[in-house]
């Protein structure tokens, strides 16, 4: 379980955040476009795997990962604008994360953690499954999140307004702070309210500078945004009251 989590967490990095828009729309070039963003995931893998690259077995998996990618990848882009964007979407990340689950499967699944006799801060952190099961809940609920809904609203509601630069970002940073609160174990409905009730609030104070469009305040767009950032939510804390 250990190495499998940081395979997913570096997984989620190089998908989501180191996926820019000038990758993302190299990607849809075709198979030389989509070369640069799997070469990101490769070194991904490679740097949250870095202390245990001495082994042979390790390195062979990282290549599977990334040739699998590849593969997945190229077979998506021939889908792209469907009406079943969104079940592709899922489908894309679901086998993604089984992919990476077969490490359960071989030798790798034994691999533990750094001896840290020194304290080092940064062995510390990379040792700790908590931290890095925090991160891949985070990055599931803001940049998946954010790509979650805008299928849903493209792909079945057939009913998308872009987002503004600001509206985005809220709604990516409300996510993360649904997730954090989480993490807490006093006064959760309380923090996971303040939050919730923030979004009418800056509406009604920023409607006209920040040009937010009523897609901000619609129920859709507050259902879907809550709903993401609360269940991620709650599955991290299932999963760190259960397994770490």
Request: one cysteine or more; glycine letters at 6%.
């Given at each position: ?5 940081r ?60 040739i ?5 990848d ?74 979650m ?54 509406f ?24 993401i ?11 760190k009251?259960?397994f770490?």
């Amino acid at each position: 379980m250990f190495i499998f989590l940081r395979l997913v967490l570096a997984h989620l990095i190089g998908d989501f955040p180191l996926q820019f828009n000038k990758i993302y729309n190299l990607k849809q070039k075709g198979l030389i476009g989509i070369i640069p963003h799997v070469t990101i995931i490769m070194l991904c893998y490679i740097v949250l795997s870095l202390p245990y690259l001495n082994l042979p077995g390790l390195w062979g998996f990282i290549f599977f990962l990334t040739i699998t990618h590849l593969f997945q990848d190229s077979i998506k882009l021939s889908y792209k604008g469907t009406k079943f964007g969104f079940i592709f979407y899922i489908l894309d990340q679901i086998f993604h994360l089984g992919f990476i689950s077969i490490v359960l499967l071989t030798n790798l699944r034994n691999i533990a953690p750094l001896n840290n006799h020194q304290g080092n801060i940064i062995i510390s952190f990379y040792n700790n499954n908590l931290i890095i099961t925090y991160l891949i809940f985070i990055i599931l609920a803001t940049y998946n999140g954010h790509f979650m809904i805008r299928n849903i609203k493209t792909t079945i509601i057939k009913k998308f307004t872009p987002y503004t630069p600001f509206e985005k970002w809220y709604g990516i940073l409300e996510r993360a702070g649904l997730v954090s609160i989480f993490l807490l174990d006093k006064y959760l409905f309380l923090y996971i309210s303040s939050i919730l009730i923030l979004r009418p609030i800056v509406f009604i104070i920023g409607r006209k500078k920040l040009s937010l469009t009523e897609e901000f305040i619609s129920g859709l767009e507050t259902i879907l945004s809550w709903g993401i950032g609360i269940v991620n939510g709650l599955c991290l804390c299932i999963i760190k009251h259960t397994f770490i």
